[in-house]
T-cell receptor, first 115, second 112 residues
Framework: DTEVTQTPKHLVMGMTNKKSLKCEQH?????MYWYKQKAKKPPELMFV???????INESVPSRFSPECPNSSLLNLHLHALQPEDSALYLC??????????????FGPGTRLTVT | ELKVEQNPLFLSMQEGKNYTIYCNYS?????LYWYRQDPGKSLESLFV?????AVKQEGRLMASLDTKARLSTLHITAAVHDLSATYFC????????????FGKGTRLSVIA
């Protein structure tokens, strides 16, 4: 299984809602990533988890809250988002030995619209 | 700080023609990637280049890497409409858990 899955595929939420994005992989990868991609721009890294611990937070606003409950799952909890947070959210995973990381595999993404 | 520059950012080419997209990066990198992205879709991995002089080909696309010049090229041969997409190059470093750094992307449109 060389697939990263993401749910939901599309999400529309109001600014007062709380929702979560889910990402799953069964490749035994120990690094998982969240990226945000606005239209016609490259992906921007948000968070990196290594061995289920948050290792990189790229100064993301607290209305985005990541969680890595186990080595296969990565969640992104959303609360009080703004319309400018509308974007494609991509999850990725890679092998990570503790000192070296390897090619990232990307999921299909969640298209988020904040109204 | 690792920086990646792609050019051109926009490319309109006729079917049947050849063209090259360039990717320059600023510091020593261990790996270079080329991705394709269709509108509203995720990233599709095209090539992973690991060493100086590496050349990989898939169909009408060929990628190469010159680590001394810190340059990768993506060459398109006899373009067809199905190649219309945005192409990103990205680089990273093997050690640690350093982020993947992307170029701005090249939006390719192949016209009849």
């Amino acid at each position: 299984d060389t697939e990263v899955t993401q749910t939901p595929k599309h999400l529309v939420m109001g600014m007062t809602n709380k929702k979560s994005l889910k990402c799953e992989q069964h490749m035994g990868h120990r690094a998982m990533y969240w990226y945000k991609q606005k239209a016609k721009k490259p992906p921007e890294l948000m968070f990196v988890y290594s061995y289920e611990k948050l290792s990189i937070n790229e100064s993301v606003p607290s209305r985005f809250s990541p969680e890595c409950p186990n080595s296969s799952l990565l969640n992104l909890h959303l609360h009080a988002l703004q319309p400018e947070d509308s974007a494609l959210y991509l999850c990725a995973s890679s092998q990570f030995t503790g000192t070296a990381s390897y090619e990232q595999y990307f999921g299909p993404g969640t298209r988020l619209t904040v109204t | 700080e690792l920086k990646v520059e792609q050019n051109p950012l926009f490319l309109s080419m006729q079917e049947g023609k050849n063209y090259t997209i360039y990717c320059n990066y600023s510091t020593t990198s261990d790996r270079l990637y080329w991705y394709r992205q269709d509108p509203g879709k995720s990233l599709e991995s095209l090539f992973v280049l690991l060493s100086n002089g590496a050349v990989k080909q898939e169909g009408r696309l060929m990628a190469s890497l010159d680590t001394k010049a810190r340059l990768s090229t993506l060459h398109i041969t006899a373009a067809v409409h199905d190649l219309s997409a945005t192409y990103f190059c990205a680089v990273d470093i093997l050690s640690g858990n350093t982020p993947l750094v992307f170029g701005k992307g090249t939006r390719l449109s192949v016209i009849a």
